[in-house]
């Protein structure tokens, strides 16, 4: 018998949409029900290059716009080998953050194209799902404050939220919107039927190359 692959599952969407809530209650719903799933998410802070853009979201270091889209990207890059690794095993991943977030921040950035953005995570192992948790800016906001991290304003996550709209055109890439205004159960219910449905699918295509 040949080791089913797992699924390479991606959840995006703009600060205070709940993404890390939501991973966390799906790898545990899946494993729940017998699935092999593991989370991850990017920004991963903890090698060398996770540090240098760790300091830059903290403000305590400044970095060149199109240095730390690479750095960001180089990241993703870096936990490249294990992220196929782990798929190839037959365990799931389900990943806070990825390349769109990539592209939608800095191409928020003045004077950057989606094109020059999307470049360098070109080929990247291909998300077999992505959800995008919608919430508007409005909404957002009656959750509270943003934090002390830099990109976290009104005015930049709205350019943010236009730039995710543009990339969700792109129909090489499955994305999935989700409704984030609702509760945190019924947000969960949604999103781990599509994740099953994800990982049935996946299980006899091989992973695919993103935006290639
Ligand atoms: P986090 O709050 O989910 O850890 O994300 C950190 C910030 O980094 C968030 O504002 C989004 C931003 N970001 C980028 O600018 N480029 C990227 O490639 C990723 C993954 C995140
Ligand atoms: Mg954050």
Known sequence: MTCRRGALIVLEGVDKAGKTTQCNKLVQALQDSG???EMMKFPERTTKIGQLINSYLENKSNLEDHTVHLLFSANRWELMP???????QGISLVVDRYAFSGVAFTS???????DWCMNPDKGLPKPDLVMFLQLSPSEAAQRGQFGTERYETTVFQ?????KFELLMKDSSVKW???????????????????SVDAIKAA???PIGELWK
């Open 35 to 37: 699935q092999t799933a």
């Open 176 to 194: 999935q919107v989700i409704d984030a205004a609702r509760n945190i159960e019924d947000v969960h219910a949604d999103i781990k039927n599509h």
């Open 158 to 162: 709205k350019a943010v939220q236009q």
């Open 203 to 205: 299980e006899n295509e």
């Open 82 to 88: 294990l992220m196929k690794e782990k798929l190839e």
């Open 108 to 114: 928020a950035k003045p004077g950057f194209s989606l």
